[in-house]
């Protein structure tokens, strides 16, 4: 080899050494567990999570805190059987640095234990289960979202002082967030003056309605109150609506009854009030660029639930902005979401000292294929967080 030639070796080697310096100082990539229904009656709410997480980690570069992020996935089915296996899979296998999971409220409960025994940073993007920021509250589990009480709360409170209801019956599935949500309701319908006076069940994710739909028929209440989401939701508008109920009893529920579901429910859900931390037509510059650049790289409308995904990317931005990326920071981390306005498609809102959203529940009317605002039903609600020590 020449002088010439050596010298040149030597050059691109000093060169390919720096380049290799410079990117091992760089943090490697942040972890993100996505354990969310790719599958089943809630396999569109799992998609719009995705998407709307996704979409608040390009807009901020591919990068947040500073660290370039790297996604595991699994479908947890939204079976609760299968839950602690896939959590820990996540855990202990593919040594995730954040979990963001899940939309069902009884894996949501075993991610939580889970994430409570390790340590892990768990951000649930949707599940209500009461429990999670209640007695299961950690230093390091937070929720996007909303707890099962919220919306249903402020539904009782609608359905007994607005609407001057007296007597309902209720429907649910059979599981925590039906039986929380029913509660709730119960709750706020009860300290208006209302009672409820039956409460129905079918097993999750059961469909079959209509042995259910003719005792209410004969049982003729003032109002009903349902809780389903997904493809559920769609099944049971549309049911109540074809046996004629829609025309003598109203239909209220918390949002996720028509949230996402309007393009296949379709006239059966015309006119229909229920309440939700979102809504179409909220008209806000904040709402109306997010619904833009969701629309542009989904080609799709948001729902809540997409504002949801979004919202748990924008609160681990903030807790790893404050710790420079360095999520083993925990301490630090966690005060950093605490004390944060997280800026919200839905508002602004805060987290309470169980880490659940302080925030506006509105009341909505489908009017064609949106859930249009009519007001706010209850300004500012906090979840009471019973249970919860932290
Ligand atoms: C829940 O299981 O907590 C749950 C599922 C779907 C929803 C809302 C709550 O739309």
Known sequence: MSIQNTRTALTALALA??????????????????????????????????????????????????????????????DPAKATDNVNKLIKRDNVDVIVGTVHSGVAMAMAKAAKESGTVLIVP???????????????????SFSNWQPAYAMGEVAGKQE????AITITWKYAAGDESVSGFKEGFEKAGGQVVKQLNVPFPNVEFQALLTEIAAAKPDAVYAFFAGGGAVKFVKDYAAAGLDKTIPLYGPGFLTDGTLDAQGAAAQGMLTTLHYADGLNTPRDTSFRTAYAKAFKLQPDVYAV?????????????????????????????????????????????????????????KVDGKENKVVGV?????ADPARGCRM
């Open 308 to 364: 949801q995904g979004y919202d748990a990317a924008q609160m681990l931005a903030i807790g790893l902005d404050a710790v420079k990326g360095d999520i083993g920071k925990k301490a630090e981390f966690s005060a950093a979401i605490e004390r944060a306005k997280i800026d919200s498609p839905r508002g602004a809102f805060s987290v309470s000292k169980s880490h659940n959203p302080v925030q506006d529940i509105y009341l909505r």
């Open 164 to 167: 001057k209801k007296k007597k």
């Open 126 to 144: 949707n599940a209500g289960a009461d429990a999670v920021t209640g007695p299961m509250c950690a230093p390091n589990i937070f929720r996007s």
């Open 377 to 381: 039903a209850v300004k500012g609600l």
């Open 17 to 78: 050494c720096i380049a290799t310096l410079g990117h091992a100082q760089q943090q490697p990539k942040l972890k993100v567990g996505l354990m969310l229904p790719f599958s089943g009656t809630y396999n569109a709410l799992g998609v719009a999570i995705e998407n709307g997480f996704k979409l608040r980690v390009e807009e901020q570069g591919g990068k947040l805190g500073g660290r370039e992020i790297e996604y595991v996935k699994v479908d947890d089915e939204s």
